[in-house]
């Protein structure tokens, strides 16, 4: 039982950092960045899509 109760909340954790990373992105290409660590490649899709 506490075995699925952790594999919840990590599951949990883990789309509230996406989300906000994905925001995070999008503000750091509107500012002009287009930098950060480990997600680098996900920010030159998403420009060179757009």
């Not at 919840?8 to 960045?33: C, L, M």
């Amino acid at each position: 039982s506490q075995s699925l109760t952790k594999s919840k909340e990590g599951r949990i954790n883990v789309n509230f950092s996406v989300g906000f990373t994905s925001e995070f992105i999008q503000a750091a290409v509107g500012y002009g960045f287009g930098i950060t660590i480990g997600e680098q490649n996900t920010i030159e899709r998403s420009v060179s899509t757009t």
